[in-house]
Structures are given as C-alpha cells and as structure tokens.
C-alpha cells in the first residue's frame, strides 16, 4: 500500500497510515538544497590554517579547514583526502563538520564527500546525530531533520536519512527507520523493506484556529 498527499492535506490522512509503509508524502518543502548547474560549474576554492602534503602517496591533511564551490561549503576541524585535484577524490572531515547546500545546512561529527570531475557529488554525514535545517521562506516554519547518517546525492537530488531519522516540517513530524526525501518532487519515501521491525509514525498537528 502506498499513498502520496501534499502537506496541506495530511490533517486527511487516516491514522491507519500511522503503522503502515511503505508511504509517500511531502511533509516539508526544502528549498535551497535543490544545487543549481551554475554552481556544480563553479570553481573549487579550498581555505586552511595548516596544511600537509605528501606528494609521493597523494595523501593530503588539514586543519581548520574550508572547502567551497559556489553556493556549497564544507568546514571542519580536520580533513584529510586521496587527490588534490578533485578529479576523483575522497574526502573526510572530522569535527564540527558544517556543510552548506543553497540554503540548506547539515552539521555532523564525521563526513565523507565525494568529488568527481570537479564536481562536489554525494556527501554523507554522520553523528549521534547528524542534523540538517533550513527556514522555509514561505511559510516561516523551521523545515529540521536528523538521523544517525543522512546521505545526500547532490547530483540526484536524494537525501537519505537513516537509523532512528525524523522529518519535521514545522509543524508535522515523520520518524522512521529509513526515510527518502526526493528533493525535485518533494516527496517523501519510507519503504516497508528499509524499517526493518520499525514502523512509520507521523503525528499532525492541527494549525490554529483563528479567532474571529
């Protein structure tokens, strides 16, 4: 059973849906973690207070460091990578992990980031737990979420959230084991084979009554 409602519709939604999955529904609008082509072609600008470089094994290590790409940044307070060149390189950052997407934030303990071509493509974040938050300019309302690992696919437009995730959009909230935020149909996904003995919750809360 599978059903797909826009936000404004989930006070509609049956409870039954509470210990179902898998479902679909968009729960919050993420604007600004949708990348634009502008900048996956912007140059590569990377800022550090120290640096290592070891030439013969391609090994790099930093401190206090800052990786940009137009409207996207990594910080952290250690890095360390296979490739300077970014052509096909991997990268760790370790504490106070900040990464910035359009108008979006996820902040973690730990993240991998992966580049291709120049290109920043996927970043997988971890913490206990790893968070992402962003101010939905239409509504006002704080669109959060966070799970052990949220794995985001920047060039697919997918976010992860895995291991004990929750999805609030301000006003609504979505917990599971696994959760699927597709970012181009603002959908959200909780597929029955990814809860593993968890169940789906969703619990709404009815907006305000205006007085007369």
């Known amino acids: 059973m599978a059903a797909s409602f826009r936000s404004s519709r989930l006070l509609a939604v049956p409870l039954l849906l509470l ?5 679909a529904a ?11 082509k502008q900048t996956l072609r912007a140059p590569i600008s990377l800022v550090a207070q120290s640096s290592e ?3 013969r094994s391609n090994k790099l290590l930093f ?13 952290a307070d250690l890095a360390h990578a296979t490739g300077l060149d970014f052509e096909n390189s991997h990268w760790v950052f370790l504490g106070n992990v900040h990464v910035v997407v359009g108008q979006g934030e996820l902040r973690s ?11 920043l493509t996927r970043a997988i974040v971890t913490g ?10 239409k509504t006002g309302h704080l669109v959060q979420g966070h799970a052990q690992r949220i794995d985001y696919d920047i060039r697919q437009g997918i976010i ?3 291991k004990d995730a929750w999805l609030s959009d301000g006003q609504n909230q979505i ?6 935020y597709d970012i181009a149909a603002r959908r959200v996904i909780a597929a029955a084979a990814d809860q593993g003995k968890s169940r789906v919750r969703i619990t709404i809360t009815p907006p305000p009554r205006h007085k007369p």
Do not use: C, M, N
């Not at 968009?26 to 634009?36: D, I, Q, R, W």
């Not at 401190?63 to 910080?75: D, H, N």
């Not at 730990?110 to 290109?119: N, P, Q, R, T």
């Open 109 to 119: 303990a730990e993240a991998d980031i992966s580049f291709a071509h120049k290109l």
């Open 63 to 75: 401190r206090k460091v800052k990786i940009t790409q137009g409207s996207i940044s990594v910080s």
């Open 53 to 55: 470089i070891d030439y």
């Open 160 to 162: 992860r959230l895995s």
């Open 26 to 36: 968009t729960p919050a609008h993420l604007p600004g973690l949708k990348v634009s």
């Open 128 to 137: 206990t737990p790893a968070q992402f938050s962003q101010r939905d300019p």
């Open 19 to 23: 210990a179902r999955a898998p479902w």
């Open 175 to 180: 917990r599971g084991e696994s959760l699927k």
